[in-house]
């Protein structure tokens, strides 16, 4: 089974990819989202849930989404109709980091996404040539809570501390105009429903050819979590404006 497979299997308990609640991505939204006829891209959308509750919510927006998976932009389409909202979402299967529009747009979301573009900063970077004046960008990064064990390096890299990652994009000619640290029961939900999504299918289709690779993940990566970085690994998300434009 394909890792992009295992991906969906494991997501499909918790549609966004990252530590948060839906009462945080509410907020974050609300946040990044002020007017609510914005028009917004997602850059690494996979399957646009961010714009799909967005759009949900907000009767005149307009959102457009980038992500090389068709899989996940085929789930993404589906969704949308079933929403009601197609006809207010552009998707685009291409690297993210390509990705070009002739108009701005109001808010650019990159959460969890910004392996795509080589790194916070570069993430920084490329969503600028997006944004419209006056903009607003959702960026969501991983960070260092507490000293991590060589196993939670090896995995994750060397990740900053909270207090870094925020002055790195400050001095970056970011203001920060709200954020949100993923608290522990977020952090634990999102991987007891990743893992847990994960050793249920494999339980339930005994016969799949894949079903003993899949629990065999499932454990390994609970494994990991539980004993390698469940101590130490921490998510923050920001709605940033530019200090000067």
Do not use: N
Request: with cysteine; hydrophobic share 40%; charged share 25%.
């Amino acid at each position: 089974m394909s890792r992009e497979q295992i991906s969906a299997i494991a997501h499909a308990g918790h549609p966004i990819k990252s530590p948060l609640d839906d009462d945080s991505v509410g907020r974050l939204l609300e946040h990044g989202l002020p007017r609510g006829d914005e028009r917004v891209l997602d850059l690494g959308c996979g399957t646009a849930e961010w714009l799909l509750r967005a759009l949900a919510t907000r009767p005149h927006l307009h959102a457009e989404g980038v992500d090389v998976s068709e899989v996940a932009l085929t789930r993404a389409r589906r969704a949308a109709s079933v929403l009601g909202v197609a006809e207010r979402l552009v998707l685009h299967r291409q690297e993210a980091a390509d990705f070009t529009s002739p108009q701005p747009f109001d808010l650019v979301i990159s959460v969890g996404a910004t392996h795509a573009f080589g790194g916070l900063l570069p993430t920084l970077a490329a969503a600028r040539e997006h944004l419209a004046p006056g903009g607003r960008v959702l960026i969501g990064e991983s960070f260092w809570d507490r000293e991590p064990s060589p196993a939670a390096v090896e995995m994750f890299g060397d990740l900053d501390d909270l207090a870094t990652t925020v002055d790195r994009v400050t001095a970056d000619g970011w203001t920060p105009v709200h954020g949100h640290v993923s608290t522990r029961g977020e952090l634990d939900a999102y991987e007891w429903a990743c893992w847990g999504s994960l050793a249920a299918w494999a339980l339930d289709h005994p016969a799949d050819p894949a079903a003993a690779h899949v629990l065999e993940t499932a454990d390994t990566r609970r494994s990991q979590w539980l004993h390698g970085y469940r101590d130490s690994f921490g998510f923050v998300c920001l709605v940033l404006r530019r200090t000067s434009q």
